[in-house]
């Protein structure tokens, strides 16, 4: 059977809602977790149409708020497929913040939402392929292989890190921060 691709346009989704009084934190910004909901919905939307199936979230990559959202501003959220594997996908998004009144826009972040599709059962399924039709679609895809390659290597780093620190014998890595041991 002819394996099933589909171009990154087929599927692009573009979320626009207006940063509503109810969405503020004490401080009267934006709250941050307001912003990852509309990225996770985004991402699954985008997810799901390219997949032909439902998606669900297993990792989120690159969520560094750069800049507060402020009440009144218009929030929209640029969703595509970066890459695909197997049975998942990575969705980038990019998130865009702007104030009418001033006629500012701000690009406040960037991430990457690894989605996986799932079957009937329940069980992850193969997503088709993805045809890349310009450069920066191809740099995209080939971003995202570095950083599931780079996010490997960080994992068994961290892993050997975690077997190799010894509390009792390392304590002098505390030394310049700003804690104290009282045991
Ligand atoms: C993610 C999940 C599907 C993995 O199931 P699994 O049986 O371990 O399946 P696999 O090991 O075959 O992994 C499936 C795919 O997920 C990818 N994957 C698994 N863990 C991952 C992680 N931490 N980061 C990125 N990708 C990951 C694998 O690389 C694989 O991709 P590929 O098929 O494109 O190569 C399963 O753990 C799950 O359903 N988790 C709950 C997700 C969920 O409900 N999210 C909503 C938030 S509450």
């Not at 297993?58 to 009440?71: A, Q």
Request: aromatic share 8%.
């Amino acid at each position: 059977m002819e394996q099933d691709y589909k171009p990154v346009r087929y599927s692009q989704t573009t979320l626009t809602e207006l940063m509503i009084p109810a969405y503020a934190n004490f401080g009267g910004k934006i709250h941050g977790g307001i912003l990852l909901s509309l990225m996770d919905k985004v991402a699954y939307a985008c997810a799901s149409k390219h997949a032909g199936n439902y998606c669900v979230t297993v990792s989120v990559e690159n969520v560094d708020f750069l800049e507060p959202v402020e009440v009144g501003e218009m929030v929209s959220m640029y969703a595509s497929v970066n890459y695909v594997g197997n049975t998942s996908l990575v969705i980038g998004i990019k998130v865009v913040a702007e104030d009418f009144k001033r006629g500012i826009v701000k690009h406040t972040n960037t991430s990457y939402f690894t989605m996986v599709a799932k079957d009937e059962q329940g069980k992850p399924t193969q997503v088709p392929g993805l045809i890349l039709n310009s450069k920066e679609e191809i740099r995209r895809f080939m971003e995202a292989l570095k950083r599931k390659d780079l996010k490997r290597t960080y994992k068994e780093e961290l892993d050997n890190a975690k077997t190799s620190l010894k509390a009792d014998t390392e304590q002098h890595l505390l030394e310049t921060e700003r804690c104290k041991v009282s045991l």
